[in-house]
T-cell receptor, first 112, second 112 residues
Framework: KNEVEQSPQNLTAQEGEFITINCSYS?????LHWLQQHPGGGIVSLFM???GKKKHGRLIATINIQEKHSSLHITASHPRDSAVYIC??????????????FGKGTKLSVKP | NAGVTQTPKFRVLKTGQSMTLLCAQD?????MYWYRQDPGMGLRLIHY???????AKGEVPDGYNVSRLKKQNFLLGLESAAPSQTSVYFC???????????FGQGTRLTVV
C-alpha cells in the first residue's frame, strides 16, 4: 500500500514569492494528483500527472517517477492562493484514480 | 452543470441515531467514492463503487454501509452513529478512463 509524505506541513509566504510544495510516495504509481482545499472546505483537482510537467496559469506540477517525488510550484503567489494543497496517489500501481491515498496536506498562507 | 452534489451539508446527530448522506453526480461517471477527513489526517476512503449495483470496502468501512442503486447516486449510511464518526465526509466521482476525481463540497457531521 502506498504511503504519501508532504512537506512542509505549513508554509507562510509574502505575496509575489515563488512557492514549492513537495510530495513523496513509496510505491510506483500510474499517476499522481494535486488537489486544493479552499478555506471553506471544498476540494478541487488541480493536476493529474504521470510524467514530466504540467502547467496551468501560475501553477506548475512536476513529477519524477524514478525518484517517486512530485513538486507543486506557485509562481507570483497571491493571497487568493491561500489554501491547503494535497497530494494523492492510487493505493496500488494501476489502481483506480479515485481509490487514492492522500497526504496530510500543506497549509499555505500568502500574506499581502 | 452541478458536478458532484452532497446533501446535507451539515448535520448533528445523537449517539445511536441513523442517517443517510446522499451523493449525486451528473457526469455519467462509473466510479464513486466516500471519504472522511479528520484533523491531522489525510482523507481516508470509506467505501467505493465501480458501477451501478456494486460496492466495495475502503480503508475505514466499519460502522458505515453504502448503496448504489442508480449510476448517478451513491448513498452512505450510518446505522448507529458514534462520536468517533464525527468528521467531514466527502464524496467523489471519476471516469474509469484514468481521469481526475471530482469532489463534492463536503458534509460536516457531528455526533454528540
Amino acid at each position: 500500500k502506498n504511503e504519501v509524505e508532504q512537506s512542509p506541513q505549513n508554509l507562510t509566504a509574502q505575496e509575489g514569492e515563488f512557492i514549492t510544495i513537495n510530495c513523496s510516495y513509496s510505491v510506483g504509481i500510474s499517476a499522481l494528483h494535486w488537489l486544493q482545499q479552499h478555506p471553506g472546505g471544498g476540494i478541487v483537482s488541480l493536476f493529474m500527472l504521470s510524467s514530466g510537467k504540467k502547467k496551468h496559469g501560475r501553477l506548475i506540477a512536476t513529477i519524477n517517477i524514478q525518484e517517486k517525488h512530485s513538486s507543486l510550484h506557485i509562481t507570483a503567489s497571491h493571497p487568493r492562493d491561500s489554501a491547503v494543497y494535497i497530494c494523492a496517489v492510487p493505493e496500488n500501481y494501476g489502481g483506480s484514480q479515485g481509490n487514492l491515498i492522500f497526504g496530510k496536506g500543506t497549509k499555505l498562507s500568502v500574506k499581502p | 452543470n452541478a458536478g458532484v452534489t452532497q446533501t446535507p451539508k451539515f448535520r448533528v446527530l445523537k449517539t445511536g441515531q441513523s442517517m443517510t448522506l446522499l451523493c449525486a453526480q451528473d457526469m455519467n461517471h462509473e466510479y464513486m467514492y466516500w471519504y472522511r477527513q479528520d484533523p491531522g489526517m489525510g482523507l481516508r476512503l470509506i467505501h467505493y463503487s465501480v458501477g451501478e449495483g456494486t460496492t466495495a470496502k475502503g480503508e475505514v468501512p466499519d460502522g458505515y454501509n453504502v448503496s448504489r442503486l442508480k449510476k448517478q447516486n451513491f448513498l452512505l449510511g450510518l446505522e448507529s452513529a458514534a462520536p468517533s464518526q464525527t468528521s467531514v465526509y466527502f464524496c467523489a466521482s471519476s471516469s474509469r478512463y484514468r481521469t481526475e476525481a471530482f469532489f463534492g463540497q463536503g458534509t460536516r457531521l457531528t455526533v454528540v
